[in-house]
């Protein structure tokens, strides 16, 4: 069943068309990397795909979105801020209550940033702001997560244990990765874009790092 489907999706800046026309539909329990030169699109098809989404969605921007002047569990919280009443959350954001505490506590730990919680998040390396991110996205537990590179800031073994983390919390996905080895790994479809068109949509396991190479 599909979970997203757009059609005749385009964008355009200053009246320049930068995006489509494009067409695709993602099936539940679809874990697609979106691969392509830089420039070639895939934030710009990101964004209107979370525009398309249902609510619920994590969507992790390149630019993260975390406001740097809070600490790191209430960036984290904020995955969960439509799950309760605003009375509930504010409280929360006030005096963080023992369970959501320890649920982002355990999130962190898993991430490497367990000494981190009450850290403004501006005070933190690209690195670690860029889990930051991510564990708000697994906080979230949507249905689908839409991500723009959420691990280009990490080194290998550390942007594996990520991305380990982002698929098996949602086996639902759209991540544009600009390392072809991750995207094969933690994907089973690829699609390829290239000036703003889908040059290429197969299933990972028929594809090598050789047959993504021509997009770039
Ligand atoms: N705010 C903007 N104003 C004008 N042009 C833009 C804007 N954002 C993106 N573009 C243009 O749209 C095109 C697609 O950009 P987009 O950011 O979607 O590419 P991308 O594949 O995500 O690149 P990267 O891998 O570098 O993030 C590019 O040509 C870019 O110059």
């Known amino acids: 069943m599909a979970i997203l489907a757009v059609n005749d999706l385009s964008a355009s800046y200053g009246g320049e068309r930068v995006l489509g026309p494009l067409s695709l539909s993602l099936a539940s329990g679809e874990r697609v990397a979106l691969v392509g ?3 070639a699109g895939k934030s710009t098809l990101l964004s209107l795909l979370y525009d398309e989404a249902e ?7 390149q630019d993260l979105g975390l406001v740097d002047t809070l600490s790191v569990f209430h960036n984290v919280y904020m995955g969960q801020l439509d799950r309760h009443t605003t009375l509930y ?5 006030l005096f963080p209550l023992k369970k959501p505490r320890g649920e982002v ?3 962190l730990d898993r991430l490497g940033l367990g000494d981190k ?25 949507g249905s689908l997560l839409l991500a723009d590179e ?12 990520v991305m380990a983390a982002l698929t098996e ?9 600009h390392d072809v080895e991750l995207a094969l790994a933690f994907s089973d479809r690829i699609i390829g874009i290239q000036d703003g068109h889908i040059a290429l949509d197969e299933p990972s396991a028929r594809l090598t790092a050789a047959d993504l190479q021509p997009l770039y």
């Open 37 to 39: 030169r830089s420039g």
């Open 55 to 61: 609510s619920g969605t994590a969507y992790m921007p």
């Open 89 to 93: 959350s504010l409280c929360n954001l």
């Open 105 to 107: 506590q355990g999130i």
């Open 117 to 141: 919680l009450r850290e403004p998040a501006g005070e933190l390396s690209g690195g670690q702001r860029q889990r930051v991110a991510v564990a708000r996205a697994l906080y979230q537990q």
């Open 150 to 161: 959420p691990v280009s800031a990490l080194d290998g073994p550390l942007a594996r244990r």
């Open 169 to 177: 919390a949602y086996p639902t996905s759209v991540i544009a990765l």
